[in-house]
Nanobody, 122 residues
Framework: QVQLVESGGGLVRTGGSLKLSCTSS????????MGWFRQAPGKEREFVAG????????YYSDSVKGRFIISRDNAKNTVHLQMNSLKPEDTAVYFC???????????????WGQGTQVTVSS
């Protein structure tokens, strides 16, 4: 069972930045499509950003495009989410996931992390 551990969440003011990290225990991390999802209180979990195994393609939801940047370091089994120009509506628990199908509705066929809280104050 692959374990994903997120870090980097916290409280930030509107317009601020945070960088989330997710470290994987997978031996073949470099072959996994990775991504970030979030779930706000009372809402369904939604796709935020994704990156394919070779780092040649990245994917973003319309709500974060131009503000968030996803990247990965295959040597360190880590995927990052740089979040800039944060807004109160970005407040949510952010989850890391692997085995994502980017050609459909971003289904996750692999593992989920436990989540990290991001709170943006107005």
């Amino acid at each position: 069972q692959v374990q994903l551990v997120e870090s980097g969440g916290g409280l930030v003011r509107t317009g601020g930045s945070l960088k989330l990290s997710c470290t994987s225990s997978a031996r073949t991390f470099s072959s996994y499509a990775m991504g970030w999802f979030r779930q706000a209180p009372g809402k369904e979990r939604e796709f935020v950003a994704g990156i394919n195994w070779s780092q040649t393609n990245t994917y973003y939801s319309d709500s974060v495009k131009g503000r968030f940047i996803i990247s990965r370091d295959n040597a360190k089994n880590t995927v990052h989410l740089q979040m800039n120009s944060l807004k109160p509506e970005d407040t949510a628990v952010y989850f890391c996931a692997d085995g994502i199908n980017f050609s459909g509705a971003y289904e996750v066929h692999g593992s989920w992390g436990q989540g990290t809280q991001v709170t943006v104050s107005s």
